[in-house]
């Protein structure tokens, strides 16, 4: 089992910035990819950003320019900064790990942290 617990959220005002972190523990050896995935309401989740264990890195076209992911490899952990906030950022944000298994891919969620942008 892998654990993610994401921290960072908050209410920003349009134009600021955050930065999301999120800290995997348990079995974390072999996780490929992690990423992060937003869902507004009323809308399906949907993929921001991922970095691969190689540091190959990929984006969301709305993203792309203001946010950056990265990872501390040392500290299990991934960060996705987020610069030139916009309201339609508005999200719960979610941290996920891939993890092959011998059947498929695995999934691991984090619990979720809110990002507010608002004036």
């Known amino acids: 089992q892998v654990q993610l617990v994401e921290s960072g959220g908050g209410l920003v005002q349009p134009g600021g910035s955050l930065r999301l972190s999120c800290a995997a523990s348990?079995?974390?050896?072999?996780?490929?990819?992690m990423g992060w995935y937003r869902q507004a309401p009323g809308k399906q989740r949907e993929l921001v950003a991922t970095?691969?264990?190689?540091?190959?890195?990929n984006y969301a076209d709305s993203v792309k320019g203001r946010f950056t992911i990265s990872r501390d490899n040392a500290k299990n952990t991934v960060y996705l900064q987020m610069n030139s906030l916009k309201p339609e950022d508005t999200a719960v944000f979610y941290c996920?790990?891939?993890?092959?298994?011998?059947?498929?891919?695995?999934?691991?969620w984090g619990q979720g942290t809110q990002v507010t942008v608002s004036s």
């Open positions: 996920n790990a891939i993890k092959p298994t011998p059947y498929g891919e695995y999934d691991y």
């Open positions: 348990g079995s974390i050896i072999g996780i490929s990819a």
């Open positions: 970095i691969t264990s190689g540091g190959s890195t």
